[in-house]
């Protein structure tokens, strides 16, 4: 198949480009490079089926030829990226789905679109099914991103009610494995930088918080089996083996063999207290459930984050 892949150069959309063309079809992939980065590229890069469009897909998409999927990864979606680039998280979640959106009316392509658990805000119901609305805050510090998620399935609901569009949503949860950047100011990156120099492992509040880890291996399996399913519902992706913070900072220490002490920081405003996925509709509807436990999916990392701390030495 012909697939257009937007937010390819991220940690995420990289993985798929791989598996992708590892399955044989052919990618174009956009990316302004903003959050992503080429070296996430480079074992698919110079291959005759893959091409890359330096793009902000805010803007309008012109592809030739057939497209038959079109896959809206394109996000700010860390805190630290998102906080800094407000405005442009906001008109990827909005312009980007929207122009992708197009061009898959254009093509009649199938659209797969990625969503977020942060859809839920602080949840009240635990864990957060995929008929929970959510405990959001519209104007909060962390609006610019849940908002744009929010908006953005809005309008993927409307293009498939009105224009007829083959279309997945996935709410992903926090998933972690290589290609992270060590600057995003996301949890599992930030605890191993700082376990393998031996600095102070920043635990925000009392480390009672919790979250629930998927590796992206698992992930890219989910979002496989959500595209050839015909599921036009939103599907939660995510690993439900919920962990404190405190919790996974010990584990990293483990595997690391780190001395780091933990410290504690205040936690940041309107951090959500708990965060765990029911995949229930993953399971019965796509046959998919993660198989990575957090252990040896912190195990399998661990080479690519020591390569990426000592390449900053």
């Known amino acids: 198949m012909n697939i257009v892949v937007s937010g390819a150069g991220g940690f995420i959309g990289s993985h798929l480009c791989d598996k992708l063309i590892k399955n044989g079809h052919r990618i174009m992939a956009i990316d302004n490079m903003v959050s992503g980065r080429g070296e996430n590229l480079e074992d698919i890069f110079y291959h005759n089926r893959f091409t890359l469009y330096r793009h902000d897909v805010s803007e309008f998409i012109h592809i030739g030829g057939a497209v038959d ?21 906001l008109k990827v979640g909005a312009l980007g789905t929207h122009k992708t959106l197009g061009l898959a009316k254009e093509k009649g392509a199938s659209y797969l679109f990625a969503s977020t658990s942060e859809v839920y805000g602080s949840p009240e119901v635990h864990p957060q099914p995929e008929s929970y609305r959510g405990n959001v805050d519209p104007f909060g510090p ?3 991103y849940d908002e744009s998620k929010r908006y953005a399935e809005a309008m993927i609901r409307a293009y498939r009610d009105k224009h007829d569009i083959d279309i997945r949503i996935a709410r992903i949860f926090n998933t972690y494995g290589p290609r ?5 100011g996301r949890v599992i990156p930030n605890f191993m930088r700082q376990a393998l120099t031996d600095a102070p492992m920043t635990v925000y509040g009392d480390g009672s918080q919790t979250r629930s880890f998927c590796h992206v291996d698992d992930l890219i399996e989910g979002l496989l089996a959500l595209m050839a399913s015909e599921v036009d519902d939103p599907v939660n992706i995510g690993n439900p083996d919920e962990r404190t913070i405190l919790e996974l900072a010990e584990l990293i220490r483990e595997v ?8 504690h920081e205040d936690l940041p405003p309107q951090d959500p207290p708990i965060r765990r996925p029911d995949i229930s509709r993953a399971r019965s509807r796509l046959g998919w459930e993660p198989e990575i436990d957090l252990l040896d999916g912190l195990e399998r990392s661990l080479p690519y984050f020591e390569a990426e701390v000592a390449a900053r030495r």
């Open 256 to 263: 690391t063999g780190s001395s780091s002490r933990i410290t």
């Open 69 to 89: 999927w079109v896959i809206h990864l394109a996000s700010l979606a860390s805190p630290m990226f998102y906080s800094e680039h407000p405005i442009k998280t």
């Open 142 to 144: 962390r609006s610019c």
């Open 180 to 184: 992270m950047r060590l600057d995003d």
